[in-house]
């Protein structure tokens, strides 16, 4: 009889498919368990990356623009005009679950007029974090604080607070993840738990990254850096101004004094500190010194915010004899020695006063030609005002120029003026650098004659036959663009390049010393025609005598223009610019005499 073998064996080869089956379908009950939050993890890290990329968006903006940008349905104050800035200035404006952020902000930020950003030193919005919906005892709670920006998170629903300018006082509650709340109802109705994503910034900390502190500017100051050295018994003038913060109306400000003028000498407003004055757009000094002193005096001025920014800024006002040729008589040799002449270098460089040999040396180069600073603005000015209305200002100086080996005048740049503007400016006034060589841009009238070593075609300069010129111009009011403005052409009466037969294109720049004088003639009084000659005559004699008019031979250049009535009394000096090439110059023997 056959042996039978165990029956059912083949039940066994399932054993393993059922283990296999078991498996899988626990990984994938683990991973459907696992995948949603995973998911929803993602996307709340994508959505807080979103919303910190949106912040430093709004930070770079507001350093550009000096305030922060507007939403698009903000119609209170300034923002009515503007429209919808803040999408734009984000690179997304929407969170992971591609709805749109929300933007919150003082809209008197978002106004420079009210201050912008860097002028006020308070705001409407507070940032409380509650650990329960009636949030009795926040957390945290944040004053000042410039902007919030929040995602609605995964459910949908704003619980926070809605795009909004605020115009008055506002808080905003940010609550634990465990508070069921809907604190805003603007988008839906719907308590449930709280998990909207929100990132607040300060306005100290949005002040101090947007650059506040630095470049931006926009705070609260005095911008006059010192004022002008009175001459005794002699009718002086100066104008202390403030700028930024949130002003009065019409840019005005409330001023005091802490210290005693000179005798003879009153303010306008003159309030003693810790009261205030009235608004005034500025602080004037006036009179006539009685006698030789030196006061110490700290100008302080405050704005309309509703916590006062208050700015000072202590200054000394000189009087002295204005010796070194008599009382309208000035030089190198007579006022650098006692400081009569001061200095303005915005980026440190560009000017300086030669104290051992009287003269100024301005460029951005060594001796040598050698590069000793890149781009480069600077001003020297006598500080002491002058009457020019009704008188003929006479001055000589000489001007030695680096030689410039290229044929196209290429080498060097961009060359000085000699400037002649209102009182109204301070001594701390300097215009742009590179081709504004330190006058273009300068506020108010003025007229000027610039020495240009350096071809613009933005400035319409002389172009010849393809070849460049130095050129010396009438330039007047902060513009140097010839044939615009006023500025007469190049060539003309009013801008001349080399005289010579054969002129040379680098005909200042030879280190030669080369004669200057420059006579405006303004006896006609303010509102009538004055008249400005220039000479570059090396070979001209006696062209630094300045008790007369020179007549021996015509001018090199001549112009005539309007005296503004702003310009009664002046301040004058140099100005130099360069960008790109270097240049040093080197004037000496300035003498003026108003007559």
Known sequence: MRKRGFEG???????PVVLVLLVVASLLTFGILTFGPLVKRGKVNETKDTLDAAVKAIISWAAANGRLPCEGNDNAGYCNSQGDEFTPAVRNPS??????????????????????????????LTVRVCPDAGCA???????????????????????????????AANTVNVYDSTVTIDAYTGDMNRSETYDDIVRWVTLDELKNKAGCYGTTGGRLRIINNELPRACANTTYSATVYAEGGVPFSGSQYQWCIQGFLPSGL??????????????????????????????????????????????????????????????????????????????????????????????????????????????????????????????TMLSYFDVRILQDSDSRSKDYADGFTFTVMTSNNPTSTCGSQGDGMGYNSIPGKSVAIEFDTYYQNNKNDPLSSQNVFNHVAFIQNGTNVHNSGGNPACLSAGCVRDPSPTPSATWLEDNVT????????????????ATVKVWVCDACANLNDLDSNYTSVSPSLTHSFTLDPTMTQVIFGFTEGSAGQPQYIVLSNFTAKFR
């Open 9 to 15: 064996k083949e039940g066994f080869a399932l054993v």
């Open 95 to 124: 969170d992971a679950w591609a709805k749109s952020l929300f933007y919150v902000y003082d809209n008197q930020l978002a106004d420079l007029a009210q201050g912008g950003l860097c002028g006020r030193s308070t705001t409407n």
């Open 137 to 167: 005892t926040p957390s945290a709670v944040l004053s000042n604080v410039a902007l919030v920006v929040l995602s609605a998170g995964e459910n949908f629903n704003n619980q926070t607070f809605g795009t909004a300018g605020v115009a």
């Open 266 to 391: 009153t303010a306008n407003p003159n309030t003693a500190c810790p009261s205030w004055s009235s608004n005034a757009a500025s602080l004037q000094l006036g009179g006539s010194a009685t006698s030789l002193t030196s006061a110490s005096l700290v100008f302080m001025v405050r704005d309309n915010d509703p916590t006062p920014n208050v700015f000072q800024r202590a200054m000394t006002l000189q009087v002295a004899s204005c010796g070194g040729g008599g009382s309208d008589e000035i030089s190198f040799a007579g006022n650098i020695p006692d400081s009569g002449f001061v200095i303005n270098v915005p980026n440190a460089s560009g000017a300086a006063i030669d104290y051992t040999n009287n003269t100024v040396v301005m460029g951005s180069s060594n001796a040598d030609g050698t590069p000793d600073q890149g781009s480069t603005v600077g001003c020297v000015w006598y500080q002491t005002p002058k009457t020019l209305e009704g008188k």
């Open 514 to 529: 080369h004669k200057v004088r420059i006579e405006i003639d303004a006896t006609a009084g303010a509102g009538n025609i």
